[in-house]
């Protein structure tokens, strides 16, 4: 079991955990991710980690509550635990002196870019950090993304805070040399940031999210296809090189359960009462 | 039936044949979890014993990979001795209502005894499941365990090798933490073999007495990323086992194979048994099968996987094969239980591309025929494409079943652990030392894909190599 010290809720529905696992936080690096588990009858939900703080021996993590089973993460409160966490899992990011970095997280991903961020500047880069969403309501770390930053800027789908939409960043990436581009966010953005530097030849390092089960390398849920060739999300990457990433079948795999997960979300809501009890028991 | 032969165990014409397992109505079970086979009676169990001869050179323990002393146990069960006799078998297993329903037993115990020259082998498995069942209803103890020896090993790996190990350990009064990457203990008896062929309640009991012989089991915690083996001996463990096993699936790399409906066995099987998805949305975990199902490959993970699709509602699920069925690596048993359920067969053919719809899900899988030629290395005779032979075959699920590949990430952690080509551990033959002191290994991380009864008795060796190594 895995106690919750710290809860906060972030964005509307979005939520930070802060967790006693002290032997995963001595081993966390940026780039990797947890696999949770709520309860005995709960799936298992990969979570990229936010930070590690080997001194109090916690972990960070965000999420979104989009479907049954984080919702059901998002009851839990401080001082309750969690059955099961199990990681840190997944390569860490490359982190090291490439000159300027452009970091770019996008929606409930702009958490863990904070990890990354933050890696990047201590590792000597410049560090110019993008983070957006679809409205205003859903930009948090606002302050901490800015306190790590040589540039910050903001942006969002309808621009109602920032600038509207990710065209901007072409003028950030041909006014300045940038050596290195990383992205987290959704599918969409990862397509969109990668084919804006595929012309200006910038190395572009994207975070994948399929979906996975084991989250170790056993199940093959979580296959993706770049260069031509299958990947494992969890044990290849997550991260990989966006010039080589097949996104339409990263979009399609992702949405092989989708009536399944309506009706898992449905079902909680009607009687998701019970789940819960079961956990606490 | 079987009640008029346990009326007349000396009826000669009896004495040859076995007498059979009552097993659930196969139309029946093609629509639920539940076990297929039920299990003898105490009197089907004695009418069985009977047929033993008690060989004075018994040819079923030279074939058991953990030395079972077979005639001694079935004596015991001659006697109504119960209790005695499922001590004699712990003794050797600690596993053994596992054991009893998913060892090949035709293969090894029960190929060389005596009485299968002439008709029926024992049904020693059955006769080691009544037990080991018959010990679960009363309630399990545990032995007197020798005082402790200060001594820690580290068990890399809770499947059938790991637990073996850490079970015998436990009993020379050794401290012993196993480390589990998944949720549950278990390894492939929880992940990857069915319910209805071995129950999830029998697996967890079996841990449970590993637990009572002072065992401790760590969940959660994947080795190699969590901790080294080197982190393990700074933590102050005297040895470890690594029993990691065969786990990550292979593809064919064939054009299609990401389409959605595709699983590898491993998914497949891992979302079933070890996430319930069969009780989806009860189990949060969810699961596709459509009415078209096509398993490729023939072993017993792909007659799982088959069985487990017609369980959760396909109209049809068709095992593709690229040899015939006397090549077939599956159990005859569940290969059996397959037919009868209703699972059809599609010999010498091989999936070649697969083709989707729309929406990227998979519709159809064009597969080309085959035909035997000269034997290859396996001493099997090697399949080749018949040019010109290809057709279609409608598909909306197909689930891939052509073997599992050691896991890596020891191997990739583990400074100095020697490796073959093929991602195994190299092991010394008598004891399962690796190249590492005082590391052993043993399971399918060393053989390859394999048996459960062949990693219980790797295992078991590794244990007493390690018992001999620390004191």
Sequence with gaps: ?281 | MSNAKAEQPKCPQDRWRAVEMPKQDPKVRAHNFDEVALGYTEEQALTEAARCISCPKPGCVQNCPVELEIPAFIKLVKEKKFEEAIRKVKEKNSLPAICGRVCPQEEQCQKTCVMGKKGQSVSIGRLERFLADREMQKGVTAPQLPSPTGKKVAIVGAGPAGLTAAADLAKLGHKVVVFEALHLAGGVLVYGIPEFRLPKRIVQAEVDYIKKLGAEVRTDALVGRLFTIDELFKQGFDAVFIGTGAGLPQFMGIPGENLGGIYSANEFLIRVNLMKSYLFPEWDTPIRVGKHVAVIGGGNVAMDSARCALRLGAEEVCIVYRRSREELPAREEEILNAEEEGIVCKFLAAPVRYIGDKSGWVKEMECIAMELGPPDESGRRRPVAMKGSEFIMPVDTVIVAIGRTPNPIIQRTTKGLETTKHGTIVVKEETGQTSLEGVYAGGDIVTGEATVISAMGAGKKAAKSIHEYLM
């Design chain 1, 1 to 281: 079991m895995y106690k919750i010290v710290r809860k906060s809720e972030i964005a509307p529905k979005i939520k930070l955990f802060e967790v006693a696992a002290p032997d995963i936080a001595a081993k966390a690096n940026p780039g990797q991710f947890v696999i949770v588990k709520t309860c005995e009858n709960g799936e298992r939900v990969p979570i990229t980690l936010v930070n590690a703080d080997t001194k109090k021996g916690t972990i960070t993590f965000v999420f979104n509550e989009v479907g049954k089973t984080t919702r059901q993460l998002g009851l839990l409160n401080e001082g309750d635990s969690i059955l099961n966490v199990c990681g840190p899992l997944g390569n860490p990011s490359e982190i090291e002196k490439f000159g300027t970095v452009l970091c770019v997280g996008g929606g409930v991903m702009i958490a863990p870019m904070l990890f990354q961020v933050s890696a990047m500047r201590k590792a000597g880069n410049k560090v110019i950090t993008v983070i957006g969403a679809r409205i205003k309501d859903l930009l948090f770390f606002e302050n901490e993304m800015k306190a790590l930053s040589d540039e910050f800027y903001m942006a969002t789908d309808d621009g109602s805070k920032g600038y509207k939409g990710l065209d901007f960043l072409k003028e950030i990436l041909t006014k300045q040399k940038v050596d290195r581009v990383v992205a987290m966010g959704p599918v969409v953005m990862l397509k969109a940031v990668s084919e804006m530097t595929k012309p200006l030849g910038i190395k572009t390092i994207v975070t994948l999210t399929p979906i996975m089960v084991d989250g170790m390398g056993m199940c093959g849920a979580c296959r993706v296809t770049v260069a031509g060739k299958t990947k494992f999300g969890c044990v290849d990457g997550p991260e990989f090189d966006g010039h080589q990433v097949d996104f339409e079948e990263l979009v399609q795999r992702q949405r092989m359960f989708l009536p399944e997960e309506r009706l898992a979300a449905l079902f909680h809501e009607r009687i998701g009462g019970i789940n819960v009890v079961k956990c606490e028991s």
